[in-house]
């Protein structure tokens, strides 16, 4: 398997601009969640999903910050409009819901100007 | 809520032992994880202790004590490759969502 993938890896943008950050699960893992990590706040879980189902969304910042899971092997984290307070690493992870090892993708590193 | 305590950073010399505590505070608890984390890189799983004792797996090892909300991560025989960020990890009362600590930063002198 190829492990969790993440597009883009990197991306540049200027605040204002919408943002789309995808993530493909590894095959047969049901559950999927979205981290943000910068240096002041650490690894902070956003939102996770089982069986495609968002569960808790308690940690997305606000309004600006949107995800879906339209099926097992696609989800996308959106932030619209950009902020350069957005900036930082975006990981995605995924594992079996009953597991206690996560499987996190290489990460988008985000640049709000 | 769940909390968990862990030293911000740690220095140690090649070839020595390190350990790295963790405390925890959890409203349900299924277990410590150790993550590890390189820079630039993404957190990969090190191990897991569902019951007190000690867990080993070749360099590393893991210790828990549920009775003391406690944990530690041993590193033995430290090479310069283990220098990286070591995450501390519990599963929450759902089961579902594992929430990390703050992270400790492990230095490694020559």
């Known amino acids: 398997d190829a492990g969790v993938i993440q597009s883009p890896r990197h991306e540049v943008t200027e605040m204002g601009q919408e943002v789309t950050l995808r993530c493909k699960p590894i095959s047969g893992h049901n559950s999927l969640f979205w981290y943000r990590q910068t240096m002041m706040r650490g690894l902070e879980l956003l939102i996770y999903f089982n069986n495609n189902v968002p569960i808790d969304d308690s940690g997305m910042p606000e309004d600006r910050f949107s995800a879906k899971m339209p099926n097992a092997s696609f989800s996308t984290l959106k932030i619209q409009p950009s902020e350069p307070r957005d900036s930082a690493v975006y990981f995605c992870?995924?594992?079996?819901?009953?597991?206690?090892?996560?499987?996190f993708g290489p990460g988008t590193r985000l640049t709000v100007t | 809520g769940q909390s968990l305590e862990q030293p911000s950073e740690v220095t140690a010399v090649e070839g020595a032992i390190v350990q790295i505590n963790c405390t925890y505070q959890t409203s349900g608890f299924y277990g410590l994880s150790w993550y590890q984390q390189h820079d630039g890189g993404a957190p990969t799983f090190l191990s897991y202790?569902?019951?007190?004792g000690l867990e080993e797996t070749g360099r590393f090892s893991s210790f828990l004590s549920r009775s003391d909300s406690y944990g530690y991560l041993l590193l033995q025989e430290l090479q310069m490759k283990d220098s990286a960020s070591y995450f501390c990890a519990v599963k929450d009362s759902s089961a579902s969502k594992i929430i990390f600590g703050s992270g400790t930063r492990l230095s490694i002198r020559p």
């Open positions: 992870a995924s594992s079996l819901a009953e597991s206690y090892e996560q499987y």
């Open positions: 202790n569902g019951l007190d």
